[in-house]
């Protein structure tokens, strides 16, 4: 990468977050770091610098997100590019997750990624360019059992970005969604899954489904350094993907869906015709 941009990345300390700060403080690129623990950021990615900004900042405030924006372009004049990539999943069927656990998740995965982009936006709107990269999951396109919270705060990511994309493009400014299969990273850990503490027994298929996904630790498929280069790379393109899809089981998971709903479509094709007034 031959210019120099200022990339502003949330969910920095761990993860595909740090794999993309440690690539690109490599590549001499700017860096604005952005975590709930400064101090797990400092010590993974290292201190301040002329190149790289870490900062404490709760997504889910935003005169917070507010403040990590005016520090960054007061240490660095602009915001290139803005990846939101601080999530955590959550596992439980809709009965067993409270209120409160389903409020936090859209809180973090959701809000957390509004108040960025809405933050973001008008120095992006100044500049007349940017790029916001939304980290969301192959969960929010194609969902499995035991996971609906998760999914559904995944899909509205992806909603959003769609949205997003045609009402900036006017400002030259970029939108990606990009949505990971199962890489190797800390994910499914304790520090970012966070499992229903009222398990309800008759919901057997989802405790399977849990044990399915928590026996893949360590043994995911994905290089998070393979994830980290892709969505770097595709900030260089002069047209980069809406859409972005990373890891075969992605690919392939995305596939399927998109099978299931023509099927599902095309057969209720005359009950959904059925529905307008007659000429």
Same mark, same amino acid.
């Given at each position: 990468m031959d210019t120099q941009k200022t990339?502003?990345?949330?969910?920095?300390?761990?993860?595909?977050?740090?794999?993309?700060?440690?690539?690109?403080?490599?590549?001499?690129?700017?860096?604005?770091?952005?975590?709930?623990?400064?101090?797990?950021?400092?010590?993974?990615?290292?201190?301040e610098s002329d190149i790289f900004l870490p900062l404490s900042t709760d997504l889910t405030n935003e005169d917070s997100v507010a403040e990590a924006m005016e520090n960054t372009s007061h240490k660095f004049g602009s915001i290139d590019v803005v990846i939101n990539n601080a999530g955590y999943g959550i596992g439980g069927s809709i009965e067993e997750l409270s209120d409160v656990e389903?409020?936090?998740?859209?809180?973090?995965?959701?809000?957390?990624? *509004?108040?960025?982009?809405?933050?973001?936006?008008? /120095?992006? !709107? =100044?500049?007349?360019?940017?790029?916001i990269i939304n980290i969301s999951s192959i969960a929010g396109i194609a969902p499995g059992t035991g996971w609906s919270v998760y999914a559904a705060a995944k899909h509205a990511v992806i909603g959003l970005s769609e949205v997003l994309a045609e009402d900036v493009k006017s400002f030259g400014i970029k939108v990606t969604v990009v949505a990971p299969g199962a890489f190797r990273t800390s994910f499914l850990t304790p520090e970012s899954l966070i499992m229903t503490s009222h398990p309800i027994a008759e919901y057997q298929a989802v405790r399977d489904s849990h044990v399915r996904y928590l026996n893949m630790d360590g043994n995911q498929a994905g290089d998070p350094e393979k994830a980290a280069a892709a969505m770097i790379h595709i900030v260089s393109e002069t047209?980069?993907? *809406?859409?972005?899809?990373?890891?075969?089981?992605? /690919?392939? !998971? =995305?596939?399927?869906?998109?099978?299931?709903?023509?099927?599902?479509?095309?057969?209720?094709?005359?009950?959904?015709?059925?529905?307008?007034?007659h000429e």
């Open positions: 990339w502003f990345i949330t969910g920095a300390s761990k993860g595909l977050g740090l794999s993309l700060v440690k690539q690109l403080l490599q590549k001499g690129q700017k860096v604005v770091a952005t975590s709930r623990n400064i101090a797990d950021l400092i010590k993974a990615a290292g201190p389903t409020r936090m998740s859209f809180d973090v995965n959701v809000f957390g990624t *509004l108040n960025v982009i809405r933050k973001a936006l008008p /120095y992006l !709107r =100044a500049q007349k360019s940017g790029h047209n980069p993907p *809406l859409y972005l899809l990373l890891g075969k089981d992605a /690919y392939e !998971r =995305a596939f399927d869906k998109m099978e299931l709903l023509s099927t599902e479509y095309k057969k209720w094709e005359t009950l959904t015709k059925s529905t307008g007034f």
